[in-house]
């Protein structure tokens, strides 16, 4: 993939903001700031950029950016106060007799050198079968706004006090049983094996899956999206600075051995490539870095570049314009051209999740 000027300028911003390192642009021949700013949008990681604007050491960005960026950053500050002043609250309903832990979302945000200047999104609580109808019959009377509860995931997303809340018994990646499998003795050893850790905010203990859960259940989580609708930088930056906090502590034996048995081994190979070779991961933070899979993370980059977070670049009209059975035949072809448009990179792993995808719709599950 041959990037433009900008995105090349972009990039490096990011690298810049994620490891707090100096960064020169004067390389990099008019850079359209405005393009720069856009690309951050898009990637979901304004936050970031502006923490490498900051190390910026041979060029001055123009006047007019820098406040753009300064006051992305002030309302990304707004939020993550605010999501840690209710996150609190809310465990504080549920503790009495319901156990959740906090996965992904502002747990995430304390590996970053400025947590809060990470995008926040939901709050998402993971509970076991039992605690995942307690919370649900805790949470209904204070919420408003209930979506329809997707059986097949266990999933109910909710809001409350401004916050959405997603509550999940199950975090199926839906595209390969091995790997739901695996998560599913993840998620019983969180619950059942002392497999938490804890974030104290606001004097209230915040349970966390302990890191070699959660790196597995964020890596899971974004590659699912990944292969479904497409995925942005917060969510690969999210990876690696977990990666990066915590490589003291991780079993790289035992988180080698779940990616072997899930059978993502090259996943994890070409998102870690991508991660050293574009994001500036050092190389020992990164367990099983492998520098064959370099081409395969610059066909990944030019999907992210191109999808934007969580697909935001991406063509949705057909959601709104049809309906029925031809919305569903419109979807799966969008699906089928998804998956493949990645045989290239995952020739053998693409069309198998996507038939298993379309097993999964046929029988009842939900994106």
């Known amino acids: 993939m041959q990037l433009s000027i900008n995105q090349e300028s972009f990039l490096a911003l990011v690298r810049a903001g994620l490891w707090e390192t100096e960064v020169r642009l004067a390389l990099y021949e008019k850079i359209d700031f405005q393009e720069v700013y856009k690309l951050a949008k898009e990637q979901s990681v ?38 840690n002043d ?35 999104g939901d709050v998402d609580l993971l509970l076991d079968d039992n605690n995942y109808e307690k919370a649900k019959q805790k949470l209904f009377p204070i919420a408003y706004d209930i979506q329809k509860e997707n059986l097949y995931t266990k999933h109910q997303a909710l809001a409350i006090m401004g916050v959405e809340v997603e509550l999940h018994a199950k975090m199926p990646f839906a595209m390969s049983k091995r790997v739901d499998d ?22 209230t203990d ?10 597995i259940l964020v890596f899971t989580h974004f590659l699912h999206h990944f292969f ?49 070779d574009t994001l500036g991961v050092p190389v020992e933070a990164m367990p099983l870095y492998d520098k064959r899979y370099k081409r ?39 699906r089928f051209v998804d998956f493949a448009s990645l045989i290239s990179v995952f020739p053998l792993d693409a069309p198998r999740f996507f038939v298993t995808y379309v097993v999964n719709k046929a029988n009842g599950a939900e994106e």
């Open 228 to 276: 479904i609708e497409g995925v942005g930088l917060r969510q690969i930056c999210d990876w690696c600075r977990m990666l990066w906090t915590y490589r003291d502590s991780l079993d790289y034996e035992l988180l080698e051995s779940r990616i072997k048995r899930m059978g993502l081994m090259s996943e994890w190979q070409t998102f870690a490539a991508l991660a050293v």
């Open 296 to 334: 395969n993370a610059k066909r990944v980059l030019k999907r992210i570049m191109k999808s934007g977070n969580f697909g935001h670049n991406n063509d949705l009209s057909y959601r709104t314009k049809y309906k029925g059975l031809t919305y569903n035949v419109v979807s799966l072809w969008r």
């Open 86 to 120: 209710f996150i609190p609250k809310l465990i504080n309903l549920l503790n009495k007799n319901i156990y959740s832990l906090l996965v992904k979302g502002q747990g995430v945000a304390q590996c970053y050198e400025r947590p809060l200047w990470r995008a926040a």
């Open 46 to 83: 304004i936050g970031l950029v502006a923490a490498g604007l900051e190390h910026i050491v041979d060029i001055k960005a123009p006047k007019e950016v820098i406040l753009q960026f300064v006051g992305g950053t002030l309302r990304l500050e707004k939020r993550n106060v605010e999501m």
């Open 206 to 215: 915040v349970n966390l899956p302990k890191p070699d859960n959660h790196v």
């Open 182 to 203: 695996e998560i599913d003795a993840i998620l019983n050893d969180s619950f059942n094996n002392n497999g938490v850790c804890v974030w104290r905010v606001n004097e």
